[in-house]
């Protein structure tokens, strides 16, 4: 009898165990399947995160920044007289009349104000950039081979990249075909050289000399 008892509370025992073992696996393997999700979930939303970053990261390469805009370059600051127009290919709305009327004009340019003539444009914005030969000629050249054309060559620039400063300024009823200003977008030629164009005709302005510089 007290055999038979043992034996029952033996099986009762290892019942019990068995339940538990199972239970317990049961539950290890429904806790493992959600980590399982979890993780596959967290790896997913990272993944996307990470496409998300690129994208945006392409996209700021892409996207040009808002100009901050700056002043005058030191390079042009003082006064300059256009001495000569400059013979090239271009074609342009103006004829040698109009021309002419702009020989002898003076120009200045500072931190504080561009001035052509009597037509004056305080605080300017400028802004800077470099162009090569190739890029100039095709940004301001015609297409067609009977089109207007212009080279670095026929401005006398035998350099193969050159500085552009162009400045910022409300519209003007100057030229008559458009509404720039002249010397409003020069290339530094030198020192003491810029070249501008004015109805698609090029003229080039000499610096003055200052008091300090001409002892």
């Known amino acids: 009898m007290d055999n038979k008892l043992r034996i029952r509370r033996v099986l009762v025992i290892v019942g019990i165990?068995?339940?538990?073992?199972?239970?317990?696996?049961?539950?290890?393997?429904?806790?493992?399947?959600?980590?399982?999700?979890?993780?596959?979930?967290?790896?997913?939303?990272?993944?996307?995160?990470?496409?998300?970053?690129?994208?945006?990261?392409?996209?700021?390469?892409?996207?040009?920044?808002?100009?901050?805009?700056?002043?005058?370059?030191?390079?042009?600051?003082?006064?300059?007289?256009?001495?000569?127009?400059?013979?090239?290919?271009?074609?342009?709305?103006?004829?040698?009349?109009?021309a002419k009327t702009l020989l002898g004009t003076e120009i200045e340019y500072s931190a504080e104000v561009f001035r052509w003539k009597d037509v004056v444009t305080t605080h300017p914005v400028a802004e800077t950039r470099i162009v090569s030969a190739e890029q100039f000629h095709d940004g301001n050249s015609g297409k067609g081979s009977n089109s207007s054309q212009i080279t670095f060559r026929q401005l006398g620039i035998k350099a193969k990249q050159a500085m552009i400063i162009s400045i910022h300024h409300p519209p003007a009823e100057i030229t008559g075909g458009t509404i720039e200003i002249p010397g409003d977008e020069v290339l530094l030629k030198n020192k003491g050289t810029i070249v501008f164009a004015a109805c698609n005709l090029y003229f080039e302005a000499k610096r003055v000399p200052t008091t300090s510089s001409a002892r």
Do not use: M, Y
């Not at 199972?22 to 996307?48: C, I, K, M, P, Y």
């Not at 990261?57 to 700056?70: E, F, I, L, M, N």
């Open 17 to 98: 165990g068995a339940f538990l073992i199972s239970s317990e696996l049961l539950v290890f393997r429904s806790l493992n399947h959600s980590l399982e999700g979890f993780a596959d979930g967290l790896g997913t939303l990272f993944q996307r995160v990470t496409v998300v970053v690129d994208l945006i990261s392409a996209a700021s390469k892409v996207t040009p920044h808002p100009h901050q805009g700056q002043t005058i370059p030191e390079q042009i600051w003082g006064k300059w007289v256009v001495t000569r127009q400059i013979p090239t290919t271009t074609i342009s709305c103006w004829g040698a009349a109009e």
